[in-house]
């Protein structure tokens, strides 16, 4: 969880999720009612932020919450016990009850106190964690587990997977059958799926080939307002008696085009300017000076990115046409070509189409640090 001022690189506290009432209150409707929902939004948009949020307001209704990153796990095994653990943590309290259980085991008082929590579970198998073998008998049963609970307790549950499209490591797409093998016949379990795989989410859930076709609403991640984000900024300006102008805080946005972690960036960057020279008031200068400084620290961010699409030099030319404001059809490449770098594009959340021929960067900061470098 981040601490700074300007909570930067990880899930926000509640108070400082700007500009997501009105999806967070669609969500939490839906998803008591037992609608399933699907949340895809490219990286650093505040997908677990809101993933903590619908946690924390389900736990406070009584429910048994389940929140799974399904990019932690590496093997079969790992992803198990985390899901089991996740599991029984709403029953014992303890994080990673396995662990307990068999370390505990030696001492009679925790053997008998975690034996008592888990009385009608089949303590056996999950003794049985460590052994060859076993992998598809235990995750089906992890993945059981939460209709298990909920029956057994009869308490409705929220299973929450971020970077659900992760699973796919795990045994190509054919995992995605399995689990849908299990999650259709739920009846105390609500899903909720987050992924910053836009594309690969959206076939997944709306193709009707796929194995999540019509499992789950599709709910779009909106723009948070520009007067979203100046309420929000000025405020937190003004509990450090930093006045901080409507004009150069639309500067910031200006910058950011809104993008969260960026304008968070740039925020915290300004904030830090601001306390190093002793000044308590906000100007365009010092939001230009926070700008250029956010953009050195996010370098290694959009290194990545640039990593991630890959050395293509189509898709990189495109991506500079792009960048420059060229029109991306115009050129001597071949069409087929320009087609497949926007989709790969368009599909990596980097690009959005705004006109017939037209795209523009989603996050503009990045969009400057390709005009900054060579690449
Ligand atoms: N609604 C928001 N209000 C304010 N800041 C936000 C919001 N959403 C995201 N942020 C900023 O973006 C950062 C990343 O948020 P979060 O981890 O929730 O996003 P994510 O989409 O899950 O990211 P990743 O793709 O890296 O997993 C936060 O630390 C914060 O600086
Ligand atoms: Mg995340």
């Not at 996740?86 to 008998?112: F, H, M, P, Q, V």
């Not at 549950?157 to 490591?169: G, H, I, S």
């Not at 910031?252 to 190093?276: K, N």
């Not at 059809?329 to 021929?357: F, H, S």
Request: include cysteine; proline fraction near 4%; aromatic fraction near 10%.
């Amino acid at each position: 969880m981040p601490t700074k001022f300007f909570p930067l690189g990880g899930p926000v506290p509640g108070e400082d999720i700007v500009g997501r009432d009105d999806l967070l209150m669609s969500l939490e409707m839906r998803l008591s009612e037992g609608q399933s929902v699907m949340l895809a939004s490219p990286r650093r948009t505040g997908k677990t932020s809101i993933a903590h949020e619908i946690i924390r307001r389900f736990k406070s209704k009584n429910y048994y919450t389940i929140f799974i990153d399904v990019f932690q796990p590496a093997t079969k095994k790992e992803l198990t016990t985390l899901l089991i653990d996740s599991c029984l943590e709403n029953r014992t309290g303890i994080k990673k009850t396995t662990d307990t259980l068999k370390k505990g085991i030696k001492s009679l008082a925790t053997s008998a106190k975690l034996t008592f929590r888990l009385k009608d579970l089949e303590l056996d198998i999950l003794l049985d964690l460590d052994r060859e073998g076993k992998e598809e008998v235990l995750l089906s049963y992890a993945l059981e587990l939460p209709e298990k609970l909920g029956r057994l307790d009869n308490k409705k549950v929220l299973v929450v997977f971020d970077e659900f499209q992760d699973f796919q490591k795990f045994n190509g797409d054919n995992i995605f059958k399995t689990l849908r093998s299990h999650f259709q016949n739920h009846q105390y379990v609500t899903y909720l799926f987050l992924g910053s795989k836009k594309g690969t989410l959206e076939n997944l859930f709306s193709h009707s080939k796929e194995a999540f076709f019509r499992f789950a609403t599709i709910v779009p991640m909106p723009e948070i307002p520009e007067e979203k984000w100046i309420e929000y900024i000025q405020k937190k300006f003004s509990t450090k008696k930093i006045a901080a102008p409507e004009t150069a805080v639309k500067e910031i946005i200006r910058f950011t085009g809104g993008h969260p972690q960026d304008t968070m960036a740039v925020c915290s960057e300004i904030y830090y300017i601001l306390l190093e020279s002793n000044i308590q008031m906000l100007s365009t200068d010092v939001v230009r000076i926070g700008f250029e400084r956010a953009k050195s620290s996010l370098i290694f961010v959009f290194d990545n990115i640039l990593d991630d699409i890959g050395k293509n030099v189509h898709t990189r030319k495109i991506l500079k046409k792009i960048a420059i404001g060229d029109m991306v059809y115009q050129g001597e490449e071949n069409p087929a070509e320009v087609k497949r770098a926007i989709d790969l594009l368009l599909t990596a959340g980097i690009i959005e189409k705004t006109a017939r021929g037209k795209y523009e960067f989603y996050e503009p900061m990045f969009k400057e640090y390709l005009l900054d470098n060579t690449f």
